[in-house]
Each structure stands twice: as structure tokens, then as C-alpha cells.
């Protein structure tokens, strides 16, 4: 009897073996869930590259306008703009708050090259440009998304070349090239195209202030000079 009923439980369990693996393999399989997509941030630090074009105005004052009223002019130029920036950029919510300093070369341009002249004996010429440029600016901003939109100010910083007087590449005969420190102000959009990459339009308005440039004795003893540039350019980011 024994024996018998060992039989018939072999049998049976050889039986229900197939059907149990197959249950055992239509079990469903517990996975972990992905982990979760990291969100976009724009903190962190940043450096690229920008080009452009700068719309320079210097204007020139003659101290004996009253007798040559043609002297006072306002000479414009556009200039080629290119250089390199770098910052950091806070996010909280949809609001940054960022730091950026930038320089920039400016090339001779044309427009300014024109010259006053008055005919002899008080021959006059006068020329102002700027040559190069820095800024360290605030930036205060908007996030949307990928996109953020800002507004920035700070100093700037600029090589400046005032001449008059037989003015041939900025050496006239009373020429002065100086460092000039004034401000800047604009603002700009910018977009991630990847969590690193950001690319960017961004335009300025640069202040240098005035100077005054000795020109001797005669109707022409003094010039004073007011540069000031307005800047757009484009800009690409590295974001680490």
C-alpha cells in the first residue's frame, strides 16, 4: 500500500512539474523604475565666445564753436566686435541671478575716418574711436523652460583714441589714447541647446565719458570728446 501511494505521488508531481515551471515563468517580474530625468538648470559656470558689431559715437566740442559753429560734430563709426566672456549663474524658481565680465576687440571701423576740415590758415581735423573693450555686469533674469530673457548692468572698461589736428591712424598732431572707465547697460535672451551649450543675442549700451584733448594755441586750443558705443552681438556658451 505503501508503495502503491509513493507510485502515484511520483506520478502525479512529474505530472504538475511542466505546468508549475510554466506558472513560475508567467510570474511577473518586479523591476526598479528608471531613474528620474534631471531638470535643467542654469547654474553653474559658463565661458564662450561672442561676436558682433558695435555703433560707436564720438562727439566732438570745440572750445571756439562760437566762432567755428562746424567744429562741434558727432562722428559715428560701425566697428566689427569679437571676444570672450565668462560668468555664474544662480536659478532659484523661474529667477537667476548672474555675474559676467567680457572682453572684446573692436576693429578700426568706417564712418569716423571723415574729417572736419577747416580751410587754412586753421586747418582742423577731429577723430574718436574706441579700440577695445571690457565690462563686468549684473544680470538679472526670467526662466521660461530652455529660454531665459535678462536685463544687465555694470562698469566698462575702454581703450579710447581721440585726435585732432591732421588726424593719419589716430596719431594727429595732439592725439591722446587712454583707458577710459565708464558704465554699460542693456539685456538679452538665451537658450539652452543642450545642458551644456547656450547660445545667445545680447545688445548694450557703453558710456566712456568725456575728454578733453589739448590742440595748442589758437581757435583750436581744446577739444573735448564724449564716446559711447551701442553693441549687439552674438553669443555662444560652454556650461559646466
Known amino acids: 500500500m505503501k508503495k502503491k501511494g509513493f507510485l502515484l505521488a511520483t506520478t502525479v508531481g512529474?505530472?504538475?512539474?511542466?505546468?508549475?515551471?510554466?506558472?513560475?515563468?508567467?510570474?511577473?517580474?518586479?523591476?526598479?523604475?528608471?531613474?528620474?530625468?534631471?531638470?535643467?538648470?542654469?547654474?553653474?559656470?559658463?565661458?564662450?565666445?561672442?561676436?558682433?558689431?558695435?555703433?560707436?559715437?564720438?562727439?566732438?566740442?570745440?572750445?571756439?564753436?562760437?566762432?567755428?559753429?562746424?567744429?562741434?560734430?558727432?562722428?559715428?563709426?560701425?566697428?566689427?566686435?569679437?571676444?570672450?566672456?565668462?560668468?555664474?549663474?544662480?536659478?532659484?524658481?523661474?529667477?537667476?541671478?548672474?555675474?559676467?565680465?567680457?572682453?572684446?576687440?573692436?576693429?578700426?571701423?568706417?564712418?569716423?575716418?571723415?574729417?572736419l576740415i577747416i580751410p587754412a590758415p586753421f586747418s582742423y581735423e577731429a577723430r574718436g574711436r574706441i579700440s577695445w573693450l571690457?565690462?563686468?555686469?549684473?544680470?538679472?533674469?526670467?526662466?521660461?523652460?530652455?529660454?531665459?530673457?535678462?536685463?544687465t548692468g555694470g562698469v566698462a572698461f575702454g581703450g579710447v583714441k581721440n585726435c585732432i589736428f591732421s588726424c593719419v591712424q589716430f596719431e594727429g598732431s595732439k592725439a591722446e589714447s587712454k583707458t577710459r572707465v565708464g558704465w554699460a547697460i542693456g539685456g538679452g535672451v538665451e537658450h539652452m541647446l543642450t545642458r551644456n551649450w547656450i547660445i545667445g543675442l545680447e545688445g548694450l549700451f557703453v558710456d566712456l565719458g568725456g575728454r578733453t584733448v589739448s590742440g595748442g594755441s589758437g581757435p583750436f586750443k581744446t577739444t573735448r570728446f564724449s564716446n559711447e558705443a551701442v553693441i549687439g552681438r552674438l553669443k555662444l556658451n560652454y556650461k559646466f
Open 14 to 115: 512529474a505530472a504538475f512539474a511542466p505546468a508549475a515551471g510554466q506558472a513560475a515563468d508567467m510570474a511577473p517580474v518586479l523591476k526598479a523604475p528608471p531613474p528620474p530625468i534631471p531638470v535643467a538648470t542654469w547654474t553653474g559656470f559658463y565661458i564662450g565666445a561672442h561676436v558682433g558689431a558695435a555703433w560707436e559715437q564720438a562727439s566732438s566740442t570745440s572750445a571756439y564753436a562760437v566762432l567755428f559753429p562746424g567744429l562741434d560734430r558727432t562722428l559715428r563709426s560701425t566697428s566689427v566686435i569679437a571676444g570672450g566672456q565668462a560668468g555664474y549663474n544662480w536659478q532659484h524658481g523661474n529667477w537667476l541671478f548672474g555675474l559676467e565680465a567680457d572682453g572684446s576687440w573692436l576693429s578700426k571701423g568706417s564712418g569716423s575716418s571723415t574729417p
Open 134 to 151: 571690457s565690462t563686468v555686469r549684473t544680470r538679472f533674469g526670467l526662466v521660461v523652460g530652455d529660454t531665459m530673457a535678462y536685463v
